[in-house]
């Protein structure tokens, strides 16, 4: 960057006729430096020192340019993080790793087209997708199944992909049975957000439509707070698939009629009720978490910043229609307000019944049918809206997007569990999987990985969870160290065991 610089200055500086030169015009020149560096150079300066070496400046003026040039071309890490997560594991040889040469039996209906960046192709059923690749880190060959922990079930999986930590034992005994504990470990989100500075009148994480499994009536593990305890759970705010552009947010809305003094008056109220309670409570680490989380709530139940960061309703409708008119596309335009309204983490959870199974891209039947007139066309416009937002608004930058599922599908077209009824599935393939990192310091325009020639298996060094969370954390300048936590008893425990960072930032 400064050989180019000082390329440009010296034309400025040589140009017009050698024997009657124009003054050139410094301040456009210094406008060239960054401010740190142009801070480093004054006007006097500049002029008093042309013709004296390179561009009039001593040795230690200019290594002091180049440094401040090396500082502002640095990135920095990320402030905030969206997580879209396609619960119920997409195709991903039908969408983002096609394999056109592979055979009918494999390759299916779909058919690639090129991208915004040569060499990248996707489904042809994502063209808004394929005009943002420049922006997007495509990251192939994530597996989970292929390292012997993975069981090809939603339960463990889920939890494997959201907090980057293996299943423990008893996923593998109790399977979809196996429940939420507070001694899990905690979700990337939570994570996430109790190292990032927060702000006090914004939730640290929010999670929106639902919770994962909650369509189905069961509940994944990994999408909590776990061992960091309820501090750092995600704030819902939930949706309906019946009612897109409706979302509940009830420790935001006051009741009817009710004015601020009136909180105002509750509040004292439960302060006394408080008092009183700390009096006959011994458990004094029980009654702080209280405190906290009822502080919290009222200071967003009271905060004007609060309700417009949620309040979706106020975006012109020519934008709430370009991300779709559906729970999930309306999920992530939230997403996009809260994050520019300054939330370090809000995590989008698909959902939706599909024909077979009823999780969100669970295609055990009719998969090309579904991702064509469903699925495909929903993602495609949020997430190709979301990117360009986010870069029209100068946010790309600081906000890191991961779009990952719990697992892929089979490579082989057709559901033994359907017995052959219906219009063919894919069913869940935890052996190779793909991931989509944008903004936040990723390069665009790359892949990172690969599989074999059927998208059964990753070729080369395979992509494992921990190493996209690993990745998060990076992105977001959480350093090493900040992955150590202290339970209650005074012990410490890594939240994160393993893991290396993907070479896309």
Request: aromatic share 8%; glycine share 10%.
């Given at each position: 960057m400064f050989q180019t610089h000082q390329s440009q200055l010296v034309t400025m500086l040589h140009s017009g006729d050698n024997q009657q030169r124009e003054q050139p015009d410094i301040s456009g020149i210094l406008r060239m430096l960054p401010s740190s560096?142009?801070?480093?150079?004054?006007?006097?300066?500049?002029?008093?020192?042309?013709?004296?070496?390179?561009?009039?400046?001593?040795?230690?003026?200019?290594?002091?340019?180049?440094?401040?040039?090396?500082?502002?071309?640095?990135?920095?890490?990320?402030?905030?993080?969206?997580?879209?997560?396609?619960?119920?594991?997409?195709?991903?040889?039908d969408t983002w790793d096609m394999k056109p040469d592979a055979p009918l039996e494999c390759r299916g209906e779909f058919h690639p087209i090129e991208t915004a960046t040569p060499g990248i192709q996707l489904c042809e059923h994502l063209p808004k997708t394929a005009r943002v690749m420049e922006d997007v880190a495509l990251v192939r060959g994530v597996?989970?199944?292929?390292?012997?922990?993975?069981?090809?079930?939603?339960?463990?999986?889920?939890?494997?992909?959201?907090?980057?930590?293996?299943?423990?034992?008893?996923?593998?005994?109790?399977?979809?049975?196996?429940?939420?504990?507070?001694?899990?470990?905690?979700?990337?989100?939570?994570?996430?957000?109790?190292?990032?500075?927060?702000?006090?009148?914004?939730?640290?994480?929010?999670?929106?439509?639902?919770?994962?499994?909650?369509?189905?009536?069961?509940?994944?593990?990994?999408?909590?707070?776990?061992?960091?305890?309820?501090?750092w759970e995600p704030m819902m705010a939930r949706g309906v698939l019946e009612k897109p552009r409706d979302f509940s947010l009830p420790d935001?809305?006051?009741?009817?009629?009710?004015?601020?003094?009136?909180?105002?008056?509750?509040?004292?109220?439960?302060?006394?009720?408080?008092?009183?309670?700390?009096?006959?409570?011994?458990?004094?680490?029980?009654?702080?978490?209280?405190?906290?989380?009822?502080?919290?709530?009222?200071?967003?139940?009271?905060?004007?910043?609060?309700?417009?960061?949620?309040?979706?309703?106020?975006?012109?409708?020519?934008?709430?229609?370009?991300?779709?008119?559906?729970?999930?596309?309306?999920?992530?335009?939230?997403?996009?307000?809260?994050?520019?309204?300054?939330?370090?983490f809000?995590?989008?959870?698909?959902?939706?019944?599909?024909?077979?199974?009823?999780?969100?891209?669970?295609?055990?039947?009719?998969?090309?049918?579904?991702?064509?007139?469903?699925?495909?066309?929903?993602?495609?416009?949020?997430?190709s809206s979301l990117l360009t937002d986010l870069k029209d608004r100068g946010l790309l930058d600081e906000t890191l997007v991961i779009v990952n599922a719990e697992m892929g599908r089979t490579p082989k077209v057709g559901d033994p569990r359907t017995g052959g009824r219906g219009t063919p599935g894919r069913d869940h393939w935890d052996h190779c999987m793909s991931a989509l990192l944008a903004g936040g310091g990723v390069r665009g325009g790359q892949i990172y990985g690969s599989s074999d020639t059927i998208g059964g298996y990753p070729t080369g060094k395979p992509v494992l969870p921990e190493d996209l969370a690993r990745t998060v954390y990076h992105a977001m300048g959480i350093a090493d160290d900040q992955l150590e936590h202290r339970q209650g008893d005074g012990r410490p425990v890594r939240l994160l065991t393993d893991g290396d960072v993907i070479p896309v930032l």
């Open positions: 560096a142009a801070n480093l150079v004054s006007r006097r300066q500049f002029v008093r020192g042309l013709g004296f070496g390179m561009l009039g400046l001593e040795l230690p003026q200019l290594l002091q340019i180049q440094r401040a040039m090396a500082d502002s071309s640095r990135k920095k890490p990320a402030k905030s993080c969206i997580m879209i997560f396609l619960f119920g594991g997409p195709s991903h040889i597996t989970i199944g292929g390292h012997g922990v993975g069981n090809g079930d939603h339960h463990a999986d889920t939890y494997y992909m959201l907090t980057g930590n293996r299943p423990d034992r008893d996923f593998f005994i109790s399977g979809i049975f196996r429940k939420p504990y507070p001694d899990d470990f905690p979700f990337i989100g939570s994570i996430a957000a109790s190292r990032c500075q927060t702000d006090p009148e914004l939730p640290g994480i929010v999670q929106c439509p639902a919770l994962s499994g909650e369509v189905s009536k069961v509940i994944n593990p990994g999408q909590f707070a776990g061992k960091l305890g309820p501090n935001f809305a006051l009741p009817t009629g009710m004015q601020t003094s009136r909180v105002e008056s509750r509040r004292r109220l439960l302060d006394e009720i408080d008092d009183f309670r700390r009096a006959v409570d011994r458990n004094r680490t029980l009654i702080d978490r209280v405190d906290t989380l009822h502080q919290r709530a009222y200071s967003l139940l009271t905060s004007d910043r609060t309700r417009q960061a949620f309040d979706i309703a106020s975006e012109p409708e020519a934008v709430r229609a370009r991300y779709g008119e559906d729970i999930n596309g309306q999920s992530v335009l939230m997403a996009r307000r809260l994050v520019e309204a300054g939330v370090p809000v995590a989008v959870h698909w959902i939706g019944r599909i024909v077979g199974a009823g999780l969100s891209w669970d295609t055990h039947s009719d998969n090309f049918g579904q991702l064509k007139n469903m699925l495909l066309p929903a993602f495609d416009a949020c997430y």
